[in-house]
């Protein structure tokens, strides 16, 4: 699989997170396209095609989970992997994230070592 053409969306209202994470994917090739917000996010989704969706469960306009379900119910969008980004490491907000269809967790603070290789993970079982 050639990861320069796979398209990633970063839903993320920090921007220091943004960045690091918009910085490290672009470094390995990645597309990426950043989302604040959950309107963005949905523009977003109209517009372009996207591999994999990495989504901040703590969004200012919207809740990430309920986010997440709405994007899992249209059918032009279910089958793209959505990632969850979490601050909250507990096993509780996991099982939250996979029950409204996360195909995977990463947790804040993002380990820059791993966070590539994580999303190679999803991707590879997406497309597998
Ligand atoms: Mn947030």
């Known amino acids: 699989m050639d990861k320069i053409r796979e398209r990633v969306l970063v839903v993320e209202d920090n921007a220091m997170n943004m960045e690091l994470v918009s ?7 990645f ?6 917000d959950a309107d963005v996010c949905w523009a977003k989704l109209r517009a372009n095609a996207f591999d994999l969706i990495l989504m901040d469960l703590q969004l200012p306009d919207k809740d990430g989970y309920t986010l997440v379900r709405e994007i899992k119910q249209d059918p032009a969008l279910a089958t ?19 029950a409204a269809g996360c195909a995977g967790v990463i947790t804040k603070p993002i380990d820059t070592q791993k966070i590539t290789r994580q999303i190679e993970h999803y991707l590879k079982r997406a497309n597998s």
Not at 23 to 29: E, K, W, Y
Not at 80 to 98: E, F, H, N, S
């Open 80 to 98: 793209i992997p959505i990632v969850a980004l979490t601050a909250y490491a507990m096993a509780g907000d996991q099982d939250k994230a996979l």
């Open 23 to 29: 910085d490290l994917l672009i470094a390995q090739g």
């Open 31 to 36: 597309t990426v396209m950043g989302a604040e």
